[in-house]
């Protein structure tokens, strides 16, 4: 069931709020950049997404295909969310981070499902061999 949260970067210049069913679960990635960052996503389409504020704070990095924007406050650090297009994925999308949304108990992390993909060999449907380090 869709229930509304909201989330924020460290230091709180930004700031958003988000329809999302975590039924549908959240996800895991062994790609270069969702490793290395141990990222915990959860993929709403962007008319579930609003940015509250921090607009102007946000960096974005993009690579390889440049499909996905990779946003960060420019000034804490963190990434709360990042956006996209991949048609491969079901088109356009926000990824937020799990570990931003502010309204979530610790209770209601750990029952989280959780999909593990094999973004580094592009078998993004797949979970890899080994994903217990993600």
Not at 88 to 106: H, K, M, R
Not at 115 to 128: I, K, R, T, V
């Amino acid at each position: 069931m869709k229930k509304t949260y909201h989330g924020s970067c460290h230091c709180g210049r930004v700031r958003f709020e988000a329809d999302i069913d975590f039924d549908k679960g959240t996800g895991r990635c062994n790609c270069t950049i969702c490793s290395k960052k141990r990222a915990w996503n959860v993929s709403v389409k962007p008319d579930a997404f609003r940015l509250i504020s921090g607009k102007d704070d946000l960096g974005d990095y993009q690579f390889a295909t440049k499909q996905g924007h990779h946003r960060f406050c420019r000034n804490c650090g963190v990434t709360a969310f990042g956006d996209g297009d991949v048609k491969e994925l079901g088109g356009a999308f926000v990824s937020i981070s799990v570990a931003a949304i502010d309204d979530l108990s610790p209770e209601e992390l750990e029952r989280l499902p959780i999909q593990y993909s094999d973004g580094l060999h592009n078998n993004w449907m797949n979970p890899p061999k080994h994903h217990g380090y993600l």
